[in-house]
């Protein structure tokens, strides 16, 4: 990896033709990292309906709200705000509803948490808790159905293969 540190994406392009974009830049990233240790994804942090109860975490529906739903902690609402989740290079933008709390740590120091709606109204509503390793996939794919009907908690790789990742698009600076 360490030969691909002084070339640039379009020389590797010429060297690996048939790689995507995508590829290459990982493969770029990589050689300029300082280990050797493999790359291992952060891994996703589990979420139970018990911390949601510890926080003092409610969900409510609201008919009025685009999301249709209102989350309060310690009777305080809680905004609930679109986060761009991906951008691919063949049309579209990926969103999900987010929300977050606070949580206190083991140490007595509060910290902010974000996390999906769709974790929420699995966790306080469904009454099903989501492991670390495991997502609440929305089983028509559309992120905005955060029907009780429509989630379902799979494994992050069960995801993925329900969803292969397109190729996605870099801005040219």
């Known amino acids: 990896m360490k030969e691909f540190k002084d070339k640039t994406v379009k020389e590797l392009k010429e060297m690996y ?19 050797n ?3 291992k994804p952060r891994p996703r942090r589990g979420i139970t309906e018990s911390e949601l ?5 409610e969900i409510h529906e609201d008919p009025y709200s685009d999301s249709g ?7 305080i609402k809680r905004p609930i705000y679109l986060r761009k989740t991906g951008q691919y290079k063949y049309g579209g933008q990926k969103y999900h509803y987010y929300t977050y709390f606070n949580t206190k740590k083991e140490d007595g120091k509060t910290e902010q948490r974000s996390i999906a709606l769709a974790s929420v109204i699995s966790c306080l509503i469904k009454h099903e808790d989501v492991p ?7 089983i ?7 029907n ?8 992050t790789r069960d995801n993925v293969l329900k969803n292969p990742p397109k190729e996605y698009y870099w801005k040219k600076k």
């Open 69 to 75: 739903y209102i989350v309060l902690q310690n009777n």
């Open 148 to 155: 009780i009907d429509n989630l379902q908690i799979i494994t």
């Open 17 to 35: 033709p048939d790689a995507t974009e995508s590829r290459l830049h990982y493969m770029k990233d990589l050689s300029q990292r300082k280990t």
């Open 140 to 146: 028509d794919n559309d992120s905005f159905n955060n």
């Open 37 to 39: 240790k493999p790359y």
């Open 53 to 57: 109860i510890l926080n003092k975490v």
């Open 132 to 138: 670390a390793g495991y997502v609440v996939d929305h």
